[in-house]
């Protein structure tokens, strides 16, 4: 069974850091790219960063780029989201989810994590 | 940036057909999807590559892309069909979802 498994999250102050991390299985998790998806409370769905599958490229929105960074083990099969200089709007439930073979135009997401909450308050 | 907008809410009687656009600048040359999402789960894709359903989507689910919007169509529409709906496209390397579109069956 495709499963992915995110976790991390919790509470951290404004300005602090957190790493999330999602464990992959039931796919050759080197074979496909990989998205981070957060989803504040009450709001609709904004994605956060993506990576290729050979990990040759990244991609961030606007919003994060420069605080998150987003990585691979494909030896652990493992996609991680380091967060930075953390702020209140980033409060959200951060989903990893499994695309194609390549993030570009026909990118969509086929598998979906339960999501991992992520708090920032003081 | 890109920006897709759908409608906030969109309700249907059971059985009969429900509607969700999504508009964007020359969207008809991309590539749209569709997720649903329920209360309390993870989003689930429904459409694909403008009309691909994925495998345990039921048929009453289509979609098409043309121009500048693109659109989920749900015939016979059923109460388990309830849920927020997205569209998604990609556009200069950022993937781009819409606000979302919250469908009700009475």
């Known amino acids: 069974e495709v499963q992915l498994l995110d976790s991390g999250g919790g509470l951290v102050q404004p300005g602090g850091s957190l790493r999330l991390s999602c464990a992959a299985s039931?796919?050759?998790?080197?074979?496909?790219?990989m998205s981070w998806v957060r989803q504040a409370p009450g709001r609709g769905l904004e994605w956060v960063s993506g990576?290729?599958?050979?990990?040759?490229?990244?991609y961030y929105a606007d919003s994060v780029k420069g605080r998150f960074t987003i990585s691979r083990d494909n030896s652990k099969n493992t996609l991680y989201l380091q967060m930075n200089s953390l702020r209140a709007e980033d409060t959200a439930v951060y989903y990893c989810?499994?695309?194609?073979?390549?993030?570009?135009?026909?990118?969509?997401?086929?598998?979906w994590g339960k999501g991992t909450t992520v708090t920032v308050s003081s | 940036s890109y920006e897709l907008t759908q409608p906030p809410s969109v309700s249907v009687s059971p059985g009969q057909t429900a509607s969700i656009t999504c508009s964007g600048d020359?969207?008809?040359?991309?590539?749209a999807c569709w997720y649903q999402q329920k209360p309390g789960q993870s989003p689930a894709v429904v459409i694909y590559?403008?009309?691909q359903r994925p495998s345990g989507i039921p048929e009453r689910f289509s979609a098409s892309n043309s121009g500048n919007t693109a659109t989920l169509t749900i015939s016979g529409t059923q109460a388990i069909d309830e849920a927020d709906y997205y569209c998604?496209?990609?556009?200069?390397?950022?993937?781009?979802f819409g606000g979302g579109t919250k469908l009700t069956v009475l």
């Open positions: 039931g796919f050759i998790f080197s074979d496909y790219a």
């Open positions: 998604q496209a990609w556009d200069s390397s950022t993937v781009v």
């Open positions: 020359k969207l008809g040359d991309k590539y």
């Open positions: 989810a499994k695309g194609g073979a390549i993030l570009g135009a026909s990118y969509y997401m086929d598998v």
């Open positions: 590559q403008d009309t």
């Open positions: 990576m290729s599958a050979s990990s040759g490229s990244t």
